[in-house]
T-cell receptor, first 109, second 112 residues
């Protein structure tokens, strides 16, 4: 069983819609990451969260440490937001990340 | 420009052949990582290095080897012992083990 679970696996939205991607994990963490992978394969770090909420442009990430749950929201979605969004938690002292399987988002014009 | 480069973008391997994937960073980062990505699975850690001349095995190190002779470089060799090497390989670096990781563009390895 993957220690980091994401839902949904696939998501199709119309341009302008509000989007939510969920991430849950099974153990206590020091930090939770959200990353974006474009079709070419390159990965960009979006957020690193240890508590509360962070916002960058149209992206908002929240985390509830007690419930071991995080969400990534996209407001006013656009076709250029189409990508795979990946949640990852710290794996312990090594600093490596343990990744979810990703949510593939497709935003239609 | 600072960043991480990986080469080549695509790499083909024949049965029984060793191949080396390059990862270079000019961010002055101490920590470097190699991950493998397979369809339908999350990225998995192969090897990591927190400082020059030191590296540690990750979750799936069998069939792989690395070196860290220079701070900027962390090459990964896929040996013939790796029975299923076809995958997308991503290198990452960070200032330290608990810091934000920055990823390279990846190398796609295919077995002929």
């Amino acid at each position: 069983k993957n220690e980091v679970e994401q839902s949904p696996q696939n998501l199709t939205a119309q341009e302008g819609e509000f989007i939510t991607i969920n991430c849950s994990y099974s153990v206590g963490i020091s930090a939770l990451h959200w990353l974006q992978q474009h079709p070419g394969g390159g990965i960009v770090s979006l957020f690193m969260l240890s508590s509360g909420k962070k916002k960058h442009g149209r992206l908002i990430a929240t985390i509830n440490i007690q419930e071991k749950h995080s969400s990534l929201h996209i407001t006013a979605s656009h076709p250029r937001d189409s990508a795979v969004y990946i949640c990852a938690r710290r794996g312990g002292s090594q600093g490596n990340l343990i990744f979810g399987k990703g949510t593939k988002l497709s935003v239609k014009p | 420009d600072g960043g991480i480069t990986q080469s080549p973008k695509y790499l083909f391997r024949k049965e029984g052949q060793n191949v080396t994937l390059s990862c270079e960073q000019n961010l002055n980062h101490d920590a470097m990582y190699w991950y493998r990505q397979d369809p339908g699975q999350g990225l998995r850690l192969i090897y990591y290095s927190q400082i020059v001349n030191d590296f540690q095995k990750g979750d799936i190190a069998e069939g792989y080897s690395v070196s860290r002779e220079k701070k900027e470089s962390f090459p990964l060799t896929v040996t013939s012992a790796q029975k299923n090497p076809t995958a997308f390989y991503l290198c990452a670096s960070a200032r330290g083990l608990q810091e934000t990781q920055y990823f390279g563009p990846g190398t796609r390895l295919l077995v002929l």
